[in-house]
């Protein structure tokens, strides 16, 4: 098939299959997201950041932990250290590198958890009501009401420091806003014509729960995540570099820019190279979530 | 024989004193085979009725009977779903706007527990005249009328005998209001379905239905033949006006 | 003389497939009269309307020959001079008054605040304007009505405050779409009447657009009959029922009468050439 009529097959006015009309849907819904320039910047950088953390021994010029003591702090544009060394002599674009990988690994570990514990509980509370509902939403409060770092601090103490609490505690602490905004959703869309209809035809809660109303929650919590992916990966960085997150001599950005701290003055791009690391992944992710907000739309057609 | 039953049927939302009397000691009975309308004003309580029949609307009490059972609360068995089915009045609003017609179909034949589902599919929507062209489409590539006839197509998958239409038609413009009136018409007489219609539209009620109730602030006042209605002579005095404000002055 | 004049109107939305042509070529003059613009959903009727007070959302365009209002080309003006023509000269009332006024705010400060904007007074002036106006709709305990949310009154009370709001700044033309659609049939009559009372009134142009046929014979002198963005018929309002274009008498007999009884209602057969004919002036 060529590129045209591969292209004429995905817009077909009348799909002639369930796959073809999930394929369809899901290229227009493509064709919205690309004339959003800014998300499609937000969309590269993440692409990058994918390819970076995969290829990371392939395109990195230095081991990530080989210290080299005796060419310490050398500024960036050093010959061999393009990004310059830090404070034990690893080169910091190598560092970079490998760090991609654990900023991944959080990122997608976060989106796991908290938005599908988020949903879960948003979506039961909403549906079932009643005492159910009072229960999840006061303990949602509860966990809503500690400060988040605070709270994620205390998890990191008592299960001891490292990137996987870190994770966990992050999580933990995330899931709340998701919840509520499940709840919401499912109180308006339980009391829709459509959910009436298909009650009418004996489906039960269960049913009605993970398939009609899930995949109607799940597009604004796709959006909610990856506005809030930058908040993730900055109370990770944070973690880091209080030192209960990832340590040392662990790559992840965040303890990098902790370690740079001490020679901030003089020798500037120790934190502020990790730091700008940081500040690209969080505003690609911004970027994409607004554009994903407009291209997950069901209602819009184009038209 | 009696497809449906109701007497003293009172229907409120909410507790104690801010408590809403939707309907008020409603009686009437639909004869199989029949086609009965209820008309009135926004606020009535005709849509509120069949709230109650089919359980959406739960607190309810006096007696509905269903083909001789009678019927408690808000929880209906899966036969009951087999037997009495409905159309809701805005078709945007009735179809899950990420499920393509072949879903919504396949789903709920597979929930009446209906063998074949690929052929069926087809078959209904032959049925309610769609074709087979838009059986992979999602609603937001139909047009209200389409829409309409999905929803149809949704309440006859199971095979019921009584079909409860919430003003089927008042979200459409006139000429598909026309098709879709013709289409529940051919229905009716193909598969001897019993209609339990609601309508704001005299002129609607009056073609569609042999029997009608006129309600008001949820009572029902009057009930007449639709003949009673052509010739003019309902008694009442407010069916007499509500007829009054939708005859267009020549 | 005609208040308004409009040749060769279109609107455009540039979409994926192409650019979609929702209003195609109308044109028409709208004197001292009550004109009717009737169509299905999709004709371009209520695009016509908004396009006239420049109202159409981007990525729309308008474009015409002229929208003259009184010698002026409303395309011309600035969206500043623009938004002293909407309201003082052109008022335009929606559908659903529920969305069209402002649910955290008094019905008698909108009210005052619509004349004070286009007025410069007292506001012990405004409010007397008001209740009059409130008087003029015929709504009988004017104070307590200035006193209320939008959601305590119903909606046929909603709509003529709607009408009161639109008239105070004395606009020499209301476009009224789909005023009366959200309610009931007895309220209906009512709100039209005094719609059409204070039009005649004050000698304004008006123009009502409604997917009813009866209800804009009835309320119009002149209707204009849209069809996939062009008008193909235009008549006289009570000469409806002999109207020529088939699309017209299609519309008109896929109506189910009470005086006619009939196991199936005419279906209305689309013919291409409908949209294809050149726009009729209206």
Redesign the interface.
Known sequence: MSDLTLRQWLLADAPTSRRHARLSSLYKGW?TLRTNSMAMVGLTILVLLVFTAVFAPVLAPHDPYSQDLASRLQPIGTEGHLLGTDSLGRDILSRLIYGARITLYIVALVALIAPVAGLLVGTVAGYAGGWADVVLMRITDIFLAFPRLVLALAFVAALGAGIENAVLAISLTAWPPYARMSRAETLTIRSTDYINAIRLQGAGPLRIITRHIWPLCISSLIVRVTLDMAGIILAAAGLGFLGLGAQPPSPEWGAMISEGRRFILDHWWVATVPGLAIFTVSLAFNLLGDGLRDALDPKDD?? | MTALEIRDLDVWFGHAHDRVDAVKGANLSVVQGESFGLVG??GSGKSTILRAITGLAPQWSGTIEVEGQALSGAKRYRAFFRTVQMVFQDPYASLHPRHTVDQVLSETLHLHGLDNIDKRVAGLLDDVGLGQRFRFRYPHQLS?GQRQRVAIARALAGEPDILLLDEPTSAL???????V??LL?DLRTKHGLTYLMVS?D???I???CDQLAVMRNGEIVEVMSSET??M?NPKHEYSQ???R?????? | MSLLDIEDLWVRFP???GV?DAVRGVSFSLGRERLGIVG??GSGKSMTGRAILRLIRKPGIVEASHVNLEGRDLLELGEREMRAVRGKQISMVMQDPKFSLNPVVTVGEQLMEAYLQHNSGKKFHARKMAIEMLENVSIRDAERVMRAYPHEVS?GMGQRIMIAMMLIPNPKILIADEPTSAL???V??QVLNIMDGLVKERGMGLIFIS?D???V??FCDRVLIMYSGRIVEVCEANKL?QAQHPYTQ??LN??????D????????ARDPSWSNAPSVRG
């Open positions: 064709l184009g038209q | 004003e926004s209200g413009d006139v000429s598909v209001q026309a098709e009136l013709n018409a704001h005299l002129p609607v009056a073609h569609m209605l052509r003019g006006e509500l007829l404000a939708s005859v267009a002055p020549q | 979409t994926r497939q979609f299905e959903s909606g009931d049939v007895s209906q009559r997917h046929l009866n209800l014979s009835e029922h299609g519309l896929s109506l189910p009468r009470l005086d009884k009939r196991t199936h209602l005419s279906v209305l």
